[in-house]
């Protein structure tokens, strides 16, 4: 059962943007912007259309029960925020946004570009009475260009940025490119539209001025797709897909091991220098699985290094080692894998699943990765676990609660901040500005 009491955001002091004021009118391309801001101290106001954001019809659900306040993605995305219900389309909704916006910090928003300037809701209208406004609009090809108009997604953000044509296989014949982990494009999009939002706010510092940022999520994917690029643009190659490893223009060794217990680890640079070499060889051979790995021959491809790897046109002796040593890691168990060789000072890695990130004492006890939120609307006592802090601040804590529900916050923000009156409030209702189901 979900309470229906009107809840008051809990009171924050000291986080990195303690008293920046944040107007967030963002759907699931940039709402991780806020979020990520709230977060970290900012007051986030969320505008949400009347019946609640789309972004609350996706699931899963809490208890598979399909109610929009019960969205974990919305979870996810979405702590830390006060909530709107607004119909923004009216003179009076939009009256609201222009009042709200005279006194706040920054405005984040990922409508279709033309979208907020044909309400009169652009950047030229807000700051006009604000000058130290930073406005943020993230849509998927930015505001001019040919493309402006286009329609995108997260799945088409990937694959427009050049990510997906990195992700794939290329020991299956003719394999298309994958996408990579659900949401990532518009999560790339935010975190870049994040930078500049924050870079804006520190230029005001010496400005006294605000600005405006157009961020588009295309710039933001193409931005990230590693040395695909330049390698096409200072060497005229593209690079391919490869299995579970980085993309290249030339073969590289297979990185993906399986172990004992069926698990993979991510194994590379065995002829980093002939101290590593020889650490793992002797590893090996003290279970008797060295095989031939001690002869010269292997030490002379150590003393070359990762360059001389590089270089050599006979793969012979390296493919040969890389499979005694893969044949190693199959009778060892992922977890002895990872730690001995992280002993070895090789940066090997065990391919997790999000259970085993969760029990990791690393994360889950000693850097206190994980948050357990209250949900008092869920019951006194109430609460779930949520990803928690990306950073660590000294001096700044960083400190999340529990996204709202649907309109939750309407009515404190505008009789607080805008003084409007009971009957006022009453009036917006029966107009159908603000919702008459108010929570």
């Not at 979870?75 to 009216?90: D, F, G, V, Y």
């Not at 916006?101 to 652009?122: C, M, N, Q, R």
């Not at 001690?294 to 390296?318: F, V, W």
Request: proline content about 6%; charged content about 25%; hydrophobic content about 35%.
């Amino acid at each position: 059962m979900i309470s229906q009491t009107q809840q008051t955001p809990p009171e924050r002091t000291g986080g990195a943007l303690e008293d920046i004021t944040v107007i967030e009118l963002c759907g699931a391309r940039g709402h991780f912007m806020a979020k990520l801001m709230g977060d970290m101290g900012a007051r986030v106001i969320k505008i949400e259309p009347l019946g609640g954001a789309p972004e609350r019809q996706i699931g899963p659900f809490m208890d598979d029960d399909p109610h929009p306040d019960r969205s974990l993605f919305f979870w996810a995305h979405n702590t830390s925020k006060e909530s709107l219900e607004l119909n923004i389309e009216t003179s009076e909704g939009q009256k609201i946004i222009k009042r709200l916006a005279a006194t706040a910090d920054v405005i984040l928003e990922d409508f279709e570009p033309g979208y907020l300037p044909s309400l009169g809701l652009g950047y030229k209208n807000l700051s006009a009475e604000n000058e130290k406004l930073v406005m943020t609009s993230l849509t998927a090809f930015g505001q001019d260009g040919p493309y402006r108009d286009y329609k995108s997604t997260d799945i088409v953000a990937l694959a427009m940025g050049g990510i997906m044509h990195s992700c794939g296989y290329d020991d299956l014949p003719g394999s298309p490119p994958i996408r990579p982990s659900g949401d990532h494009g518009n999560k790339i999009a935010s975190h870049y539209g994040l930078m500049g939002t924050l870079a804006a706010i520190f230029n005001r510092h010496f400005s006294g001025r605000g600005q405006y940022i157009d961020a588009s999520a295309h710039e933001a994917c193409n931005s990230t797709t590693e040395h695909a690029l330049p390698t096409y643009l200072y060497e005229g190659e593209n690079v391919f897909r490869q299995t579970g490893r980085h993309h290249s223009t030339t073969p590289t060794p297979k990185t993906l091991c399986k172990t004992s217990d069926g698990k993979y680890v991510i194994v590379f640079q065995l002829f980093n220098n002939l101290h590593s070499w020889l650490s793992l060889v002797k590893w090996m051979a003290d279970v008797g699985m060295a095989e031939d790995l001690q002869e010269e021959r292997y030490k002379d491809m150590a003393r070359g290094g990762s360059r001389g790897m590089r270089a050599a046109t006979d793969t012979t002796d390296s493919d040969h080692a890389f499979e005694v040593v893969r044949r190693f890691i199959a009778s060892q168990t992922s977890e002895d894998i990872y730690r001995g060789a992280q002993n070895l000072k090789f940066p090997w890695g065990q391919v997790r699943s999000p259970e085993e990130n969760l029990n990791d004492p690393h994360f889950a006890e000693d850097r206190q990765m994980f948050a357990n939120i209250p949900h008092s609307e869920m019951g006194e006592g109430v609460s779930f676990k949520y990803v928690g802090r990306p950073y660590r601040f000294t001096e700044s804590p960083w400190d999340a609660f529990r996204p709202p529900l649907v309109g939750e916050h309407t009515k404190s923000i505008l009789s607080v901040d805008l003084e409007y009156s009971e009957q006022d409030l009453k009036t917006l209702e029966v107009n159908g500005i603000i919702s008459s189901n108010q929570n």
